[in-house]
């Protein structure tokens, strides 16, 4: 396991999220430094989805803390909401209004300086220059998720989370997003992300880590970790919790 003796920006401690009676997380602890690039795997049901949105403010845990650059996220959401960019499976963006509309609308929300100046660098940089003025709702499903990404880094924030970012991209998007979460690194952001794409995950992070049952099983970083060896490791961990 990884020694994280840095204060956390990001600090999870014995969460549990219960949804009835499935713990979706159970008894959780996760701490990720600053600058880190974290990517956590593992099986449908194994909580992550759940874990990104109590670490979002989303959804509140059953029980546990969750500190996010010291502010208890129950207490100090205000305060934590402008550290945090969500990029989840939905686009979580306005289909009737116009991509520029979409990014100068949260820029606003966000209180965002030159929010004109913001909307078009973030279009160019996701590729959508030339749509910028287009309604989304014409959008494809990979223009739309380009979209989310430049949403959630409008307001240029502290710690990136992403869940399942490349679902229904096709190449060219993701190289481009593979781009974007490079510069994010060499920023010095944070990033949490969760996919099922183990060489790419291992690739774009500082630290991989698998969850299963709700509780991280694994977790070390990537300087020299072997793929071949990490993917028999991965599917003996998921094979041993009997999904």
């Given at each position: 396991?990884?020694?994280?003796r840095?204060?956390?920006?990001i600090?999870?401690d014995?969460?549990?999220?219960r949804?009835?009676?499935?713990?979706?997380?159970?008894?959780?602890?996760?701490?990720v430094?600053?600058?880190?690039?974290?990517?956590i795997?593992?099986?449908?049901?194994a909580g992550?989805t759940t874990?990104?949105?109590?670490?979002?403010?989303?959804t509140?845990?059953?029980?546990?803390?969750?500190?996010?650059?010291?502010?208890?996220l129950?207490t100090?959401?205000?305060?934590?909401r402008?550290?945090?960019?969500?990029?989840?499976?939905?686009?979580?963006?306005?289909d009737?209004l116009t991509?520029?509309?979409n990014?100068?609308f949260?820029?606003?929300?966000?209180?965002?300086?030159?929010?004109?100046?913001?909307?078009k660098k973030l279009?160019g940089?996701?590729?959508?220059?030339?749509?910028?003025?287009?309604?989304?709702?014409?959008f494809?499903?990979?223009?739309?998720?380009?979209?989310s990404?430049a949403?959630?880094?409008?307001?240029?924030?502290?710690?990136?989370?992403?869940?399942?970012?490349?679902?229904?991209?096709?190449?060219?998007?993701a190289?481009?997003?593979?781009?974007?979460?490079s510069?994010?690194?060499?920023?010095?952001?944070?990033?949490v992300?969760?996919?099922?794409?183990?060489?790419?995950?291992i690739?774009?992070?500082?630290?991989v880590?698998?969850?299963?049952a709700?509780?991280?099983?694994?977790?070390?970083?990537?300087d020299?970790?072997?793929?071949?060896?990490?993917?028999d490791l991965?599917?003996?961990?998921?094979g041993?919790a009997?999904?």
């Amino acid at each position: 396991m990884i020694d994280n003796r840095e204060q956390p920006l990001i600090h999870v401690d014995n969460a549990v999220k219960r949804f009835g009676r499935v713990a979706a997380v159970n008894g959780m602890d996760l701490r990720v430094n600053p600058g880190e690039t974290l990517t956590i795997f593992g099986p449908n049901g194994a909580g992550k989805t759940t874990l990104l949105r109590m670490i979002a403010g989303l959804t509140q845990p059953t029980s546990g803390q969750i500190t996010i650059d010291s502010f208890p996220l129950d207490t100090h959401h205000d305060e934590v909401r402008g550290l945090l960019g969500y990029i989840s499976h939905q686009s979580l963006v306005y289909d009737q209004l116009t991509a520029r509309e979409n990014l100068l609308f949260f820029a606003e929300l966000y209180r965002v300086a030159d929010s004109c100046g913001v909307a078009k660098k973030l279009l160019g940089d996701v590729g959508l220059t030339s749509r910028a003025d287009d309604i989304v709702k014409t959008f494809s499903r990979g223009m739309k998720q380009r979209l989310s990404i430049a949403r959630a880094l409008v307001h240029s924030p502290t710690i990136v989370l992403l869940d399942e970012p490349f679902t229904g991209l096709d190449q060219h998007a993701a190289d481009m997003l593979m781009k974007t979460l490079s510069r994010l690194s060499d920023e010095g952001r944070t990033v949490v992300m969760i996919t099922h794409n183990l060489d790419v995950g291992i690739d774009m992070s500082s630290r991989v880590a698998i969850q299963v049952a709700g509780k991280i099983s694994f977790d070390s970083p990537t300087d020299g970790l072997n793929h071949n060896e990490f993917r028999d490791l991965y599917f003996k961990t998921v094979g041993e919790a009997h999904y």
